[in-house]
């Protein structure tokens, strides 16, 4: 019996002996559609190619393509674990033909491989559209099917379209019998929707473009389209029914069952098929550069995950699950798809982590819904809008709602519920519009055609010749552009960067003869156009012209510092917080580094600082960069680390900084297309000004290296010389200051806390801790408060004299060593006392010369803190005496 990873094998072997190119399949995240949430067909990567948009590079091809359908237009994410063949994930096995063989050679290649699979011809069944009889006479011709082996479908069903306009053309579905045993009829028939006939292979044949107006024409090079479900075919070859008895699941929900000790049999049956599908899901996602947040593919990945977790939950796992099971499906699926194994710490550390915060979750959700519940008695309702927050905010499917408030004989509001979903997916399809990876224009595409690619000479100049082939303003070629006007220049060849994999574009200029122009960035169209967003500053350009292109050298080499020290900071995370970190995103330019990683917590200050040190011991060696062309395979087998979600074209980068701290290896090796450093050293200087979360296991650094860093550097020190100077100690106490100050700011603030307290309580007694007492007649407030110094006094006085509007305030202060005064009178008591004589006589007692002030206010100094208790003395005997 053939395991899942043989099947996939074993039908790309097929089509690649027939001259099919293998494709990788692409990210998860679409690199060319900004309709899609996710890819969810394997014709996705090759849209443009079908369109016309691009031109294929290859006549025929194969692949064997991740999918995942979890939102939007194609959601089974609330059928998953309940049905034989739902799923969230799964891979779309498809050849495709540009152009090159049609309809026979489809039927031909098809039929050759059910054949190697050893299917029965007396099992199978296959559809053609009512009109197709080319197609229904092909299945007779090649494989000998009769007529009533041949149905004919007069709906979409057998119509593929790519949408509203475009390519589109008939369908040929292929079905199995999976015998009278199982429920159902034959497509066509009115009980086709039972298990007992099977689709398995849809072939596409696009010979026809739609206009506007509803016609439809025949396309001048038809094409072919096809897709099997690998997990359906595989139940098939496995003689199972359901594809969650396939070996690839058989192996996962038995991790699945060890971990809970619950058996994967009755009501615990779906609960296990959940966890097996959505483990897959969340792995590929993450591994694709997917990270768990409150919108957009962040929020669908999260309610996979929290739905498998809440199984987890069901099953009654006390501790995070998920995160266990990981390597499992690495050690199942990690050959096929290497991206799993370099991105296994990434998917153990973030689903640990999510799981983690979802148990907290669903306490709360449950909190919710008691309270929610608790007016109702038995027939009560709970509204629909309560059980939709409970969905979508704690991750709550409908069915456990209505499980949790059954016993209590409430039931829910499913048409309130109803109307929040179609709320909730109105605006998911709103938000989603015109979102996701942007596609580039249709028009530059027919331009790449017609001028083939940028030639980029600037990993080893910054001035180039060159000749511009195109101008493009307001989306629509010109034949000339003036002074004062703004373009998007095309040129033959060019040292511009152009933005892409975090690096900014250049800036620089253009000259030629007669006319100047100021280019403001450069960005990527149609894959490798380097289009150059400029405005003429004087003159005229029209193409053809002969132009000097010149980048602003002192920028790019800034942005070569910055982003050749972004991929020793991505190293030196990995050494110092664990192997789970991985970049989630970055911008350098030619002012300083963004740079986002996993990591779910804080990064320590005693971290920042090893992280920096390991950063800049690399510089210090000023080792020569090392950068060669290779393969990506033979990239990643030599050790480089590649970027999740990224797709590689035939030939890639690889920069190698640095040798290893230990001495063994290099320090950093990543696949990377912009411009770096020649050497280690012309980073000079790296210096981190910030770090913070931006996301759920997400943090963010912000650094700076070479001369901004050490601008940066001169400002914190001239900040730390002020405040050295302003305390009249030298910088290195500043810090001891300033947390003496802090500690004096809240003892002050307690002190006044407590004599507010004992003023509104109107207090007795003697001595500092006392409230008011009568004194030769007179309200005294008499203190003596350790650590306050001189200045500090003041304010604690005008507090006291708001609670003591007739009475005299005495207050003797302590810190360094030294001792001050202050003596403050309100009131009738002002024509008694004069607060002068009153300073003047404590600070004599404390062996100082004197004090002054006004007769209601006044304040001294004097030498020895520890007389503080004579100078009180001294002001209570003068107003005695």
């Excluded at 249709?442 to 511009?468: K, M, Q, S």
């Excluded at 087998?637 to 001495?663: H, I, N, P, Q």
């Amino acid at each position: 019996m053939p395991s899942l990873n043989e099947i996939r094998t074993h039908f790309l072997d097929h089509f690649k002996r027939n001259d099919h190119e293998v494709v990788a399949s692409a990210p998860l995240v679409p690199q060319n559609d900004p309709t899609l949430l996710f890819v969810n067909a394997g014709m996705v990567p090759f849209k443009n190619y079908f369109t016309g948009a691009e031109t294929a590079p290859w006549p025929r091809a194969t692949s064997s393509q991740k999918c995942v359908r979890a939102g939007g237009k194609h959601n089974d994410l609330d059928n998953v674990g309940y049905t034989a063949r739902h799923h969230t994930f799964f891979e779309m096995l498809g050849n495709f033909s540009f152009g090159d063989y049609f309809k026979d050679g489809a039927i031909e290649q098809a039929w050759a491989l059910i054949r190697d699979f050893g299917l029965s011809k007396d099992r199978l069944l296959v559809t053609v559209y009512h009109t197709d009889d080319e197609a229904a006479s092909l299945w007779k011709k090649i494989a000998g099917f009769s007529d009533d082996r041949i149905i004919r479908i007069a709906t979409a069903d057998n119509f593929w379209s790519m949408g509203d306009t475009g390519p589109c053309g008939p369908c040929s579905e292929i079905f199995i019998d999976q015998g009278p045993e199982l429920a159902g009829g034959p497509p066509g028939s009115p009980d086709e929707d039972g298990d007992r006939f099977l689709e398995f292979w849809n072939l596409v044949f696009m010979q026809f473009e739609r206009f506007a107006d509803g016609t439809e024409r025949p396309l001048p090079k038809p094409q072919i389209d096809t897709g099997m479900g690998l997990e359906r075919i595989t139940a098939i070859l496995q003689g199972v029914h359901s594809n969650y008895d396939t070996d690839l699941f058989r192996t996962l929900i038995a991790g699945s069952v060890e971990a809970t000790g619950v058996k994967a049999e009755g009501e615990a049956a779906p609960s296990h098929r959940v966890i097996a599908d959505h483990l897959r899901a969340t792995s590929f996602l993450i591994a694709d550069g997917v990270t768990p947040s409150n919108e957009g593919r962040g929020y669908v990945l999260r309610r996979i995950m929290r739905r498998a977790m809440r199984h987890a939950h069901l099953l009654g796992a006390e501790e995070p699950l998920m995160h266990r099971l990981a390597p499992t499906l690495v050690a199942e699926m990690g050959d096929a798809y290497p991206e799993l194994r370099r991105a296994e710490d990434a998917i153990v550390d973030t689903l640990r982590q999510e799981e983690v915060r979802f148990r907290t979750t669903l306490g709360r959700g449950m909190a919710l819904l008691d309270q929610a519940t608790a007016g109702l008695t038995d027939g009560g309702v709970l509204p629909g809008e309560t059980a939709f927050q409970l969905y979508d905010t704690y991750g709550f499917p409908l069915d456990l709602t209505q499980d949790a408030v059954r016993a209590r004989g409430v039931t829910v509001d499913l048409e309130g519920f109803d109307a929040a979903m179609t709320r909730q997916r109105e605006m998911a399809r709103e938000a989603w519009k015109g979102s996701g990876q942007a596609t580039a224009a249709a028009e530059w595409f027919a331009i790449r055609d017609r001028l083939g690619p940028t030639v980029f000479v600037g990993y080893d100049e910054t001035e180039a010749t060159g000749e511009l082939l195109t101008l493009v303003v307001d989306g629509q070629e010109a034949d000339r552009v003036g002074s004062g006007g703004r373009a998007q220049a095309l040129f033959d060849r060019t040292p511009f960067y152009a933005e892409s994999g975090g690096q900014a574009g250049d800036r620089g200029e253009i000259e030629w003869t007669g006319g100047r122009a100021r280019v403001l960035d450069v960005q990527k169209q149609a894959g490798d156009l380097h289009v150059h967003d400029i405005e003429v500053v004087e003159g005229e350009l029209a193409p053809g012209a002969r132009v000097r292109l010149a980048v602003d050298a002192e920028r790019r080499a800034s942005t070569r510092a910055n982003h050749s020290a972004t991929h020793l900071l991505h190293s030196a995370l990995r050494n110092v917080l664990g192997r789970h970190v991985t970049q989630k995103g970055q911008m350098v330019d030619g002012e300083r580094i963004r740079f986002d990683f996993s990591h779910g917590q804080p990064v320590t200050p005693e971290e920042i600082d090893r992280i920096e040190a390991e950063v800049n011991a690399v510089v210090r060696q000023n080792l020569a960069a090392d950068t060669r062309e290779m393969a990506p395979e033979a990239a990643m087998e030599a050790g480089a680390m590649a970027l999740f979600g990224e797709k590689y074209g035939d030939s890639v980068r690889v920069l190698t900084l640095g040798r290893a701290l230990s001495g063994e290896g290099n320090y950093s090796v990543e696949l990377c297309g912009g411009t770096h450093v020649a050497r280690t050293g012309d980073i000079a200087l790296f210096k981190i000004v910030s770090e913070q979360g931006v996301a759920a296991g997400v943090r963010r650094i912000e650094a700076l290296t070479g001369e901004a860093a050490r601008r940066w550097l001169l400002e914190q020190a001239a900040v730390a010389k002020g405040l050295a100077d302003q305390f009249k100690v030298p910088v290195v106490e500043v810090t001891g200051r300033v947390e003496a100050l802090q500690a004096q700011a809240r003892k002050l603030e307690k002190d006044l806390a407590e004599a507010k307290r004992q003023l509104a309580m109107g207090g007795g007694g003697a001595g500092a801790a006392s409230g008011p007492e009568d004194i030769g007649g007179v309200q005294v407030i008499a203190r003596v408060m350790d650590g306050v110094g001189g200045k500090d006094l003041r304010p604690i006085a005008e507090e006291f004299k708001k609670q003591l509007p007739d009475g005299v305030i005495a207050l003797i202060g302590t810190a360094d060593g030294k001792a001050a005064a202050t003596v403050a009178i309100t009131g009738a008591a002002q024509s008694r006392f004069n607060a002068a004589e009153l300073a003047k006589a404590a600070v004599l007692a404390m062996g100082g010369q004197g004090a002054g002030g006004r007769p209601d206010f006044a304040q001294g100094g004097a030498p020895d803190g520890s007389r503080a208790a004579d100078g009180l003395a001294a002001v209570k005997a003068a107003l005695t005496g």
